[in-house]
């Protein structure tokens, strides 16, 4: 009868174990054995908790120290070579992930990447036409033998060889399709040792299905899972992160034993699969969200599979729509959330909890008049009727703003002046991301204000005391648009999440970002309202301290999207539309204190670009719209920033110019030449800041590397529209790091326009 598995489980621990172990290791403060102690200590909970809901199957293999997709580098042999500097197989593997372990000698690190459209980032395989392969599965066996001590049920999860290699690069231009065969005669030999050590099912990941896959890869399919079956043990091949629409009756061909299906991300693929899975094949659906922290609406579910269960009967198995790594551990951890949401939340626990009911009331219809099914139904209706969801109001403003396009009835250029006549910046205006370092007084201050340990007055006048201090710092070094240095936020997502309605912030809701970096996504869970101004005080402040104008620091409708949890009973462009609705009311404060310059940060407006193209145009529309809503009414003579950390927008450059900004500043440091390509390419008409300093690395830049970026922009950047600015948010650096480096970045603006002065001076004499 139904079966339920999890596709994949968090893997830092409940209580963040296993982060706090490698940070400890790294130090040299444990062992490399106490190290794997607590991981395996980590990995052992996770089975236990996959026991004690009653999984079907103990999912193996899917746990990790950093990376999953490094661990299959390793598994493959195929770890880059630069990392052989030491014998120990650990430190190998760290120091590809990140450059320094405890034995070996210093290498760059991989690099990284997210992880599909989703906020994990995975370390990019590196491929040389010259790369062999070779079976490293020790680890693994230890794995399975281990978790063979607990059950006999037992699946092994790992990435797809064709989604291994097309998440790769390619160092020297070869194909990496060209290893393919070689990949496999890896997986293949894997597969066999698995099936010598009793294991019945593995599951093989491959999400690469669900994006715009050039044809070549689509046909690798074929051949791939056909060398595969010689090994003789079942296969499930797993899709997620959407629907695999045009390739879905070529895999529903391919020789494996199962098919796995994201039904929460593609809900309409369900029907075709049901007529194309045959007589043989395992259908495994995933219903219970891998990726959000809602409880599901079990009685739907268990209506719209009923069928499907009295046509497969056992070949139909329920799983997670993805691995759970994407939710944290426990809701059940969670007290008195805003609004008492915690009781309609269901972190990765609680999932296994669902998902064991559901697939048990589908053998078992009497299952649904036990207390927990009723339980779970209360749940969910009582989210669906909430008053503290669902506000008239703000349903009611929404409507209103959604058909417009919003826009600024002045146009740039006659902007620009308005605000040069108020603002009075000299050329190639310098300033800063928003962040300035976050020093432990400042970590300690707001934590014992957090305690209670201090009153609301004794954490004003410390973080006075901050902002004074940061914009003294920005005066000595001669920027020229100050900002208050962001002292009161310890994330740009969670600071607006705490004091929005609708928005609710987590105690241990923690997920893996990458490596031990963990996460807290606020949780949007209803109708957003903003009780009071958010920002005004501390930018009043810092605009009271100086003669300089003072830049206003938000964040972005999307941006708090992406990096959050968000609702699942509206559209995404719902949600966004009440952000730049408080994002809105919020600038209308500002320019009340007599802010004339305010930066709205869309970081992530890149990151949520839908897997398929031909779902961007209608992403983008509203993602720009929404942007556009929140200074809408903002008076010409504001200058409106946004700040976004990357340099290769080329895809999505006519968006960035529609968003309108009259400034916006990039990263590029480490990528000059792409951004100077394209705006060579394509010109871009507002106000613009390529970044000259590399934040994320502690060295000052060189004045004559942040000179010729500069340079490189004055081809297609007029002098007017010129800014000079660092690559992103200074708060993970140390003063005695950023001083010196802003100098050197003013000094580079200084010459420049003393440059250009005595250029427009010579044609004047001309
Ligand atoms: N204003 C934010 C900061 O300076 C922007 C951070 C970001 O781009 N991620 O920290
Ligand atoms: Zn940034």
Redesign the pocket.
């Known amino acids: 009868m139904s079966k339920f598995h999890a596709l994949g489980y968090p893997r830092v621990g409940a209580e963040r174990e296993l982060k706090w172990a490698l940070e400890s290791y790294w130090r040299n403060d444990i062992t490399q054995d106490s190290l794997l102690d607590i991981a395996r200590s980590v990995r052992g909970n996770n089975w236990q908790a996959q026991l004690d809901a009653g999984c079907d199957f103990l999912t193996v293999g899917d746990f990790c120290l950093y990376d999953h997709v490094l661990n299959t580098s390793f598994l493959l042999g195929h770890l880059p070579r630069r990392v052989n500097t030491t014998d120990n197989t650990l430190d190998r593997i760290f120091l590809a992930a990140r450059g320094r372990a405890p034995s070996g000698t210093p290498v760059h690190a991989c690099e990284m990447t997210k992880w599909f459209d989703t906020n994990y980032h995975y370390l990019i395989p590196e491929f040389y036409a010259e790369d062999s392969f070779s079976l490293h599965a020790d680890f693994l066996l230890e794995e399975v033998r281990a978790a063979k001590q607990l059950s006999d049920k037992i699946k092994v999860a790992l990435p797809g060889p064709l989604t291994y290699l097309r998440l790769g690069q390619s160092k020297d231009g070869s194909d990496r399709l060209d290893h393919l065969d070689a990949v496999l005669e890896v997986y293949s030999d894997l597969l066999c040792l698995l099936k010598e050590e009793g294991v019945s099912w593995v599951q093989l990941d491959e999400p690469i299905l669900v994006t715009d896959l050039p044809l070549e890869w689509v046909n690798a399919y074929e051949r791939a899972y056909h060398r595969l079956r010689g090994a003789g043990i079942d296969i499930l091949l797993a899709t997620y992160f959407g629907g695999v629409g045009e390739h879905l009756s070529r895999v529903f061909q391919l020789p494996v034993q199962g098919i796995h299906l994201d039904l929460v991300s593609a809900p309409e693929q369900l029907s075709a699969a049901v007529d194309q899975i045959g007589p043989y094949k395992v259908l495994s659906l995933g219903v219970i969200d891998g990726r959000n922290i809602w409880r599901s609406d079990i009685e739907l579910l268990f209506q719209s599979l009923k069928p499907i269960q009295k046509r497969l009967k056992d070949r139909l198995w329920i799983g997670t729509s993805c691995s759970l790594l994407h939710v944290p551990y426990r809701a059940s951890a969670e007290q008195n959330l805003a609004d008492g949401c915690e009781q309609w939340l269901s972190f990765a626990e609680e999932k296994l909890q669902e998902g064991v009911l559901l697939a048990n009331a589908l053998k078992d219809e009497s299952v649904k008049r036990g207390s927990q099914w009723l339980d779970q139904v209360q749940r969910s209706v009582a989210r669906q009727i909430s008053k503290r969801v669902h506000k008239d109001a703000v349903k009611q403003r929404i409507e209103t703003i959604i058909p417009t396009a919003w826009h600024r009835p002045e146009g740039y250029d006659e902007r620009q002046a308005l605000q040069q006549a108020l603002l009075n910046l000299p050329l190639f205006p310098t300033t800063?991301?928003?962040?300035f370092p976050q020093t432990k007084g400042i970590r300690q201050l707001r934590r014992d204000w957090r305690d209670g340990k201090i009153d609301e007055s004794a954490y004003d006048v410390g973080l006075r005391d901050e902002i004074q201090h940061c914009i003294r710092i920005q005066e000595d070094i001669g920027l020229d648009v100050l900002v208050h240095g962001?002292a009161e936020r310890n994330d740009?997502v969670e600071y607006f999440g705490e004091l929005l309605d609708g928005i609710a912030v987590s105690a241990g809701g923690w997920v893996q970002s990458y490596g031990s970096r963990c996460v807290k996504p606020p949780i949007i869970y209803g109708d957003i309202e903003r009780p009071r101004p958010m920002t005004v005080r501390w930018t009043e402040y810092a605009q009271s301290q100086t003669n300089k104008p003072v830049k206003a620091?938000l964040?972005g409708p999307v941006t708090m999207l992406k990096w959050a949890f968000v609702r699942n009973d509206q559209p995404w462009s719902d949600t966004a539309y009440q952000l730049a609705a408080v994002l809105h009311d919020e600038v209308q404060d500002l320019e009340d204190a007599g802010i004339s310059i305010i930066?709205i940060?869309e970081?992530a407006l890149r990151e949520a670009l839908p897997l398929r193209k031909a779902d961007h145009k209608t992403y983008l529309a509203w993602a720009v719209n929404s942007f556009r809503y929140c200074y809408a009414d903002a008076k010409a003579s504001t200058q409106v920033h946004t700040?976004?950390?990357y340099a290769d927008f080329d895809d999505i450059l006519e968006a960035i110019q529609a968003m309108d900004a009259d400034v916006i500043t990039l990263e590029t440091a480490r990528s000059a030449a792409a951004l100077l390509t394209t705006l060579e390419q394509k010109p871009y008409t507002n106000g613009i800041g390529p970044g000259v300093y590399d934040i994320h690395s502690p060295n000052i830049p060189e004045a004559n590397q942040m000179e010729s970026i500069l340079t490189g922009a004055r081809v297609s950047v007029k002098d007017k529209d010129l800014w000079v600015n660092p690559d992103?948010?200074?708060?993970t650096r140390r003063w005695e790091e950023v001083i010196p480096a802003l100098k050197a970045m003013v000094g580079v603006a200084t010459k420049l326009r003393s440059e250009a002065d005595t250029s427009v001076e010579s044609v004047n004499v001309d």
């Open positions: 800063t991301i928003g962040s962001e740009m620091m964040t930066q940060d970081p700040h976004m950390c992103c948010g200074l708060k």
